[in-house]
Nanobody
């Protein structure tokens, strides 16, 4: 059982930045591909970004490309999502995700979820 704990959410003005972190309890953190999803009120959970097991390849949703950067540190069992040029439409609960067999880009195949962290971007 992998426990994922997100941190770093908060309230920021449009154009600002935040960095989310996802810390994993599992020492085999490097065995999991990781990612972020988000869910706004009344909407379905959507893919934001993902990173492969080594951190050598990243994937981004179209709405965040060029603004968000995903990275991981396998020695520290932690993943970071740097979010720049934030927009009001980025407001959502952001969830950390871990997947053993493939890179997590689809909600239905994620093995483990974090509890979520709220990001609110004011206009």
């Amino acid at each position: 059982q992998v426990q994922l704990v997100e941190s770093g959410g908060g309230l920021v003005q449009a154009g600002g930045s935040l960095r989310l972190s996802c810390a994993a309890s599992e020492q085999t953190f490097g065995s999991y591909a990781m990612g972020w999803f988000r869910q706004a009120p009344g909407k379905e959970r959507e893919f934001v970004a993902a990173i492969n097991w080594t951190g050598g390849t990243t994937y981004y949703g179209d709405s965040v490309k060029g603004r968000f950067t995903l990275s991981r540190d396998n020695a520290k069992n932690i993943m970071y999502l740097q979010m720049n040029s934030l927009k009001p439409e980025d407001t959502a609960v952001y969830y950390c995700a871990a997947e053993y067999r493939s890179v997590p880009t689809v909600v239905g195949t994620v093995d483990y979820w974090g509890q979520g962290t709220q990001v609110t971007v004011s206009s």
